[in-house]
Nanobody, 120 residues
Framework: QVQLVESGGGLVQAGGSVRLSCAAS????????MGWYRQAPGNQRELVATVTRSSSTTYADSVKGRFTISRDNAKNTLYLQMNSLKPEDTAVYYC??????????????WGQGTLVTVSS
């Protein structure tokens, strides 16, 4: 079984910074892509940023230039550095992994989410 555990959320003032972490554990054979998604109250879950095995990254337009996604392959850990935060960044942030487990099964795993609240 594969698990993702997020940490690093909390309350921060507008203009501040937060770093989220997502630790993956379990029977992981390979990871194709990991990413961060977020869901604000009353809204659908949306993509924030993704990073592939080859370190190719994508970002939502709303976070480009402010957020940076990175991963430590040796630790199977994903990070999201969030700078210049705005109140509209307030949401539950979810980590996502897709890849394959040690017996060849496709993995699509979500973390439990971590709340980031940005006060004005």
């Amino acid at each position: 079984q594969v698990q993702l555990v997020e940490s690093g959320g909390g309350l921060v003032q507008a203009g501040g910074s937060v770093r989220l972490s997502c630790a993956a554990s379990g029977s992981i054979f390979s990871i194709n892509r990991m990413g961060w998604y977020r869901q604000a109250p009353g809204n659908q879950r949306e993509l924030v940023a993704t990073v592939t095995r080859s370190s190719s990254t994508t970002y939502a337009d709303s976070v480009k230039g402010r957020f940076t996604i990175s991963r430590d392959n040796a630790k199977n850990t994903l990070y999201l550095q969030m700078n210049s935060l705005k109140p509209e960044d307030t949401a539950v942030y979810y980590c996502n992994l897709n890849g394959y487990d040690t017996v060849g099964r496709y993995l699509q795993v979500w973390g439990q989410g971590t709340l980031v609240t940005v006060s004005s």
